[in-house]
């Protein structure tokens, strides 16, 4: 258990709709980060949020948004979505110092 | 800006055999590196972590990587595969400024019977 949370596991939604994706950070980690993963794009940095502000900006659609809140939990937001949005989101979290990331088990996001 | 290359999209070795997983990176600074493992349908696990200390970094499950500056590499080993290391293998460097992870297009082990 690495200590990081994500809900839900699944998610199976229409195209056109919004979702919510939640993430929770390993407790005392200040930063959080999302990730997605498909089979034709791999792994592909998001966004990154540290102590509540916008730290770093990847491949993130302007479709999609994120925050972090104060109690430093964190929400990935899809909206539009389409067929090709399917794919697995993962979060992570880490702490300032050069240590590693610690990855949720990820939020399987199904377009149909 | 920082990046790895995994040399490898797919490696396929006998049960018992040895286990090489390529990785270059590149970096201007001194690197934070990492190798991840993610098992079919699960998350990512780390495997082990090269923060600028020894060179040769151990880790979980008898992984081992060598940090060789000179040849810009971070190449995973183990000596011996398992049948259970059948997994996919993520080569990461921590970016220096904003302290994001950069994966790499990630290895794909295949362990033979």
């Known amino acids: 258990d690495s200590g990081v949370t994500q809900t839900p596991k699944h998610l199976i939604t229409a195209t056109g709709q919004r979702v919510t994706l939640r993430c929770s950070p390993r407790?005392?980690?200040?930063?959080v980060y999302w990730y997605q993963q498909s089979l034709d794009q791999g792994l592909q940095f998001l966004i990154q949020?540290?102590?509540?502000?916008?730290?770093a900006k990847g491949n993130i659609l302007e479709r999609f948004s994120a925050q972090q809140f104060p109690d430093l939990h964190s929400e990935l937001n899809l909206s539009s979505l389409e067929l090709g949005d399917s794919a697995l989101y993962f979060c992570?979290?880490?702490?300032?110092?050069?240590?590693?990331?610690?990855f949720g088990q990820g939020t399987r996001l199904t377009v149909v | 800006a920082q990046s790895v290359t995994q040399l490898d999209s797919h490696v396929s070795v006998s049960e018992g055999t040895p286990v090489l997983l390529r990785c270059n990176y590149s970096?201007?600074?001194?690197?934070?590196l990492f190798w991840y493992v993610q098992h079919p349908n699960k998350g990512l696990q780390l495997l082990l972590k090269?923060?600028?200390?020894?060179?040769l970094v151990k880790g979980i499950n008898g992984f081992e990587a060598e940090f060789k500056k000179s040849e810009t590499s971070f190449h995973l080993t183990k000596p011996s595969a398992h049948m259970s290391d059948a997994a996919e293998y993520f080569c990461?460097?921590?970016?220096?400024?904003?302290?994001?992870?950069?994966f790499g297009t990630g290895t794909r082990l295949k362990v033979l019977a």
């Open positions: 990461v460097v921590r970016s220096s400024g904003t302290y994001k992870y950069i």
């Open positions: 407790s005392g980690d200040l930063s």
């Open positions: 970096s201007s600074y001194s690197p934070s």
């Open positions: 090269y923060t600028s200390a020894a060179t």
């Open positions: 992570a979290s880490s702490g300032d110092r050069p240590t590693e990331a610690f």
């Open positions: 949020y540290y102590n509540g502000e916008e730290r």
